[in-house]
Protein backbone atom coordinates (compact mmCIF):
# COMPACT_ATOMS: atom_id res chain seq x y z
CA UNK A 1 0.00 0.00 0.00
CA UNK A 2 1.44 3.43 -0.89
CA UNK A 3 0.03 4.91 2.50
CA UNK A 4 -1.95 7.98 2.75
CA UNK A 5 -0.94 10.28 -0.09
CA UNK A 6 -0.83 14.08 -0.05
CA UNK A 7 -0.25 16.93 -2.39
CA UNK A 8 1.15 19.22 -2.75
CA UNK A 9 4.29 18.93 -0.40
CA UNK A 10 5.39 22.64 -0.50
CA UNK A 11 3.34 25.45 -1.42
CA UNK A 12 4.40 29.29 -1.52
CA UNK A 13 1.18 31.80 -2.23
CA UNK A 14 0.47 35.12 -1.92
CA UNK A 15 -1.72 36.43 0.82
CA UNK A 16 -5.00 36.41 -0.67
CA UNK A 17 -4.45 33.35 -2.91
CA UNK A 18 -7.06 30.36 -2.96
CA UNK A 19 -5.47 27.51 -1.70
CA UNK A 20 -6.27 23.64 -1.78
CA UNK A 21 -4.45 20.43 -0.36
CA UNK A 22 -5.66 16.76 -1.46
CA UNK A 23 -5.28 13.47 0.30
CA UNK A 24 -5.87 10.79 -0.68
CA UNK A 25 -6.71 8.03 2.12
CA UNK A 26 -5.69 4.15 2.25
CA UNK A 27 -7.94 1.99 0.61
CA UNK A 28 -10.32 0.30 3.33
CA UNK A 29 -9.99 3.51 5.96
CA UNK A 30 -13.08 4.50 7.12
CA UNK A 31 -12.14 7.56 8.68
CA UNK A 32 -10.07 10.90 7.39
CA UNK A 33 -8.67 13.44 9.59
CA UNK A 34 -7.20 17.19 9.25
CA UNK A 35 -4.51 18.23 11.37
CA UNK A 36 -2.67 21.20 10.99
CA UNK A 37 0.88 21.71 12.91
CA UNK A 38 2.66 24.82 13.84
CA UNK A 39 5.06 25.94 16.40
CA UNK A 40 2.53 27.46 18.48
CA UNK A 41 -0.18 25.89 18.59
CA UNK A 42 1.14 22.24 18.09
CA UNK A 43 -1.40 19.51 16.06
CA UNK A 44 -4.68 20.99 16.18
CA UNK A 45 -7.60 18.98 14.93
CA UNK A 46 -9.19 20.58 12.12
CA UNK A 47 -12.35 18.28 11.28
CA UNK A 48 -12.52 14.81 10.31
CA UNK A 49 -14.48 12.66 8.57
CA UNK A 50 -16.60 8.86 9.12
CA UNK A 51 -17.69 7.47 6.41
CA UNK A 52 -16.90 10.81 3.93
CA UNK A 53 -19.76 12.22 6.41
CA UNK A 54 -18.13 15.37 8.21
CA UNK A 55 -18.11 14.52 12.14
CA UNK A 56 -16.65 17.52 13.97
CA UNK A 57 -15.52 20.36 12.24
CA UNK A 58 -15.30 22.34 16.06
CA UNK A 59 -11.51 22.85 14.67
CA UNK A 60 -11.67 24.72 11.86
CA UNK A 61 -10.11 27.96 12.31
CA UNK A 62 -12.87 30.00 10.49
CA UNK A 63 -15.29 30.22 7.54
CA UNK A 64 -12.05 30.48 5.03
CA UNK A 65 -11.41 27.28 6.20
CA UNK A 66 -13.41 24.21 4.11
CA UNK A 67 -12.91 20.68 3.51
CA UNK A 68 -14.58 17.75 1.61
CA UNK A 69 -14.97 14.40 1.45
CA UNK A 70 -17.08 13.89 -1.66
CA UNK A 71 -16.08 9.78 -2.11
CA UNK A 72 -13.87 7.54 0.32
CA UNK A 73 -10.70 7.98 -1.81
CA UNK A 74 -10.67 11.58 -1.70
CA UNK A 75 -10.79 14.64 0.21
CA UNK A 76 -9.29 18.35 -0.22
CA UNK A 77 -8.96 21.04 2.11
CA UNK A 78 -9.37 24.81 1.12
CA UNK A 79 -8.61 27.76 2.01
CA UNK A 80 -9.79 31.25 0.50
CA UNK A 81 -8.75 33.34 0.86
CA UNK A 82 -5.42 32.70 2.65
CA UNK A 83 -3.05 34.79 5.32
CA UNK A 84 -0.09 34.50 6.55
CA UNK A 85 -1.22 33.07 9.70
CA UNK A 86 -2.51 29.76 7.89
CA UNK A 87 1.64 28.76 7.65
CA UNK A 88 1.86 25.67 8.70
CA UNK A 89 2.45 21.95 7.86
CA UNK A 90 -1.23 20.60 7.06
CA UNK A 91 -1.76 16.77 7.82
CA UNK A 92 -4.07 14.40 6.52
CA UNK A 93 -4.35 11.00 8.25
CA UNK A 94 -6.36 8.11 7.77
CA UNK A 95 -7.48 4.97 10.27
CA UNK A 96 -9.05 1.68 10.58
CA UNK A 97 -10.04 0.27 13.83
CA UNK A 98 -8.19 -2.89 15.29
CA UNK A 99 -10.12 -5.79 16.72
CA UNK A 100 -9.38 -4.25 20.21
CA UNK A 101 -11.42 -1.25 19.28
CA UNK A 102 -8.48 0.85 18.41
CA UNK A 103 -8.49 3.16 16.63
CA UNK A 104 -5.12 3.29 14.83
CA UNK A 105 -4.50 6.69 12.68
CA UNK A 106 -1.83 6.42 9.62
CA UNK A 107 -0.57 10.17 8.55
CA UNK A 108 0.73 11.64 5.17
CA UNK A 109 4.12 13.27 4.55
CA UNK A 110 2.17 16.34 5.08
CA UNK A 111 1.79 19.15 3.43
CA UNK A 112 4.07 22.73 3.89
CA UNK A 113 2.10 25.85 3.23
CA UNK A 114 3.63 29.16 3.66
CA UNK A 115 1.25 32.59 2.83
CA UNK A 116 3.13 35.47 2.04
CA UNK B 1 -12.41 18.11 27.23
CA UNK B 2 -9.68 15.53 27.11
CA UNK B 3 -6.06 16.96 27.44
CA UNK B 4 -2.68 15.82 27.12
CA UNK B 5 0.08 16.86 28.56
CA UNK B 6 3.88 16.13 27.95
CA UNK B 7 5.52 18.25 30.45
CA UNK B 8 9.72 17.44 28.75
CA UNK B 9 10.04 20.14 26.21
CA UNK B 10 13.00 18.45 25.44
CA UNK B 11 15.49 15.59 26.83
CA UNK B 12 18.85 14.12 25.41
CA UNK B 13 20.21 10.95 25.95
CA UNK B 14 23.41 9.51 25.16
CA UNK B 15 23.80 6.67 22.60
CA UNK B 16 22.86 2.86 23.91
CA UNK B 17 21.75 4.52 27.30
CA UNK B 18 17.72 4.57 28.37
CA UNK B 19 15.62 7.60 28.34
CA UNK B 20 12.19 7.68 29.45
CA UNK B 21 9.48 10.44 28.37
CA UNK B 22 6.54 11.86 30.25
CA UNK B 23 2.83 12.03 29.50
CA UNK B 24 0.18 12.23 31.87
CA UNK B 25 -3.75 12.74 30.59
CA UNK B 26 -6.80 13.55 31.78
CA UNK B 27 -10.36 11.71 30.73
CA UNK B 28 -13.53 10.93 32.57
CA UNK B 29 -13.75 7.73 30.27
CA UNK B 30 -12.79 4.36 32.02
CA UNK B 31 -12.33 3.17 28.50
CA UNK B 32 -9.75 4.76 25.79
CA UNK B 33 -6.11 4.57 23.88
CA UNK B 34 -3.02 5.77 24.21
CA UNK B 35 -0.35 6.64 21.96
CA UNK B 36 3.24 8.08 21.00
CA UNK B 37 3.99 9.01 17.91
CA UNK B 38 7.61 9.44 16.79
CA UNK B 39 8.28 12.47 14.01
CA UNK B 40 11.39 12.22 12.53
CA UNK B 41 13.28 15.71 11.08
CA UNK B 42 11.38 14.35 7.91
CA UNK B 43 8.28 15.67 9.79
CA UNK B 44 6.53 11.98 8.80
CA UNK B 45 4.16 10.93 12.25
CA UNK B 46 5.19 7.61 12.91
CA UNK B 47 3.22 5.01 15.59
CA UNK B 48 5.60 3.73 18.01
CA UNK B 49 3.45 1.98 20.35
CA UNK B 50 -0.07 1.80 21.20
CA UNK B 51 -1.92 0.72 25.14
CA UNK B 52 -5.69 0.16 25.13
CA UNK B 53 -6.84 1.26 28.93
CA UNK B 54 -8.39 -2.17 29.71
CA UNK B 55 -5.18 -4.18 29.66
CA UNK B 56 -3.36 -4.13 32.54
CA UNK B 57 0.08 -5.36 31.00
CA UNK B 58 2.51 -2.58 29.79
CA UNK B 59 2.59 -2.84 25.52
CA UNK B 60 5.95 -3.30 24.42
CA UNK B 61 7.58 -3.13 20.67
CA UNK B 62 11.25 -4.49 20.69
CA UNK B 63 13.23 -1.24 22.41
CA UNK B 64 9.92 0.86 23.04
CA UNK B 65 7.83 -0.08 26.38
CA UNK B 66 6.00 1.83 28.29
CA UNK B 67 4.68 2.70 31.79
CA UNK B 68 0.92 3.05 31.87
CA UNK B 69 -0.27 3.99 35.28
CA UNK B 70 -4.50 3.92 34.91
CA UNK B 71 -5.14 5.23 38.35
CA UNK B 72 -2.70 8.08 37.77
CA UNK B 73 -3.65 8.79 34.41
CA UNK B 74 -0.03 8.33 33.46
CA UNK B 75 1.68 6.37 30.38
CA UNK B 76 5.19 7.17 29.71
CA UNK B 77 7.57 5.90 26.94
CA UNK B 78 10.67 4.19 27.58
CA UNK B 79 13.34 3.99 25.06
CA UNK B 80 16.05 1.47 25.40
CA UNK B 81 19.40 1.01 24.26
CA UNK B 82 18.83 4.38 22.63
CA UNK B 83 19.94 5.20 18.88
CA UNK B 84 20.63 7.98 17.00
CA UNK B 85 17.98 7.42 14.49
CA UNK B 86 16.00 7.41 17.86
CA UNK B 87 16.20 11.19 17.86
CA UNK B 88 12.90 13.08 17.19
CA UNK B 89 9.54 14.38 17.93
CA UNK B 90 7.67 12.33 20.38
CA UNK B 91 4.42 13.06 20.65
CA UNK B 92 1.91 11.24 23.24
CA UNK B 93 -1.94 10.85 22.12
CA UNK B 94 -5.45 9.99 23.39
CA UNK B 95 -8.21 8.07 21.84
CA UNK B 96 -11.72 7.96 23.32
CA UNK B 97 -13.75 4.93 23.93
CA UNK B 98 -15.42 3.16 21.02
CA UNK B 99 -12.44 3.48 18.52
CA UNK B 100 -14.60 3.97 15.59
CA UNK B 101 -13.67 7.09 13.97
CA UNK B 102 -12.55 8.79 17.51
CA UNK B 103 -9.96 11.75 17.33
CA UNK B 104 -6.68 11.46 18.44
CA UNK B 105 -5.70 14.64 20.89
CA UNK B 106 -2.17 15.06 20.69
CA UNK B 107 0.11 16.87 23.89
CA UNK B 108 2.80 19.51 23.20
CA UNK B 109 5.71 17.02 22.29
CA UNK B 110 9.07 16.35 23.38
CA UNK B 111 11.95 16.91 21.49
CA UNK B 112 14.19 13.88 22.23
CA UNK B 113 18.38 14.26 21.25
CA UNK B 114 20.57 11.07 21.11
CA UNK B 115 24.25 12.01 21.37
CA UNK B 116 26.97 9.75 20.37
Known amino acids: DAGVIQSPRHEVTEMGQEVTLRCKPI?????LFWYRQTMMRGLELLIYFNNNVPIDDSGMPEDRFSAKMPNASFSTLKIQPSEPRDSAVYFC??????????????FGAGSRLTVL | AQTVTQSQPEMSVQEAETVTLSCTYD???????LFWYKQPPSRQMILVIRQEAYKQQNATENRFSVNFQKAAKSFSLKISDSQLGDAAMYFCAYSGPKGYGNKLVFGAGTILRVKS
Open chain 1, 93 to 106: ASSFVLRSGANVLT
Open chain 2, 27 to 33: TSESDYY
Open chain 1, 27 to 31: SGHNS
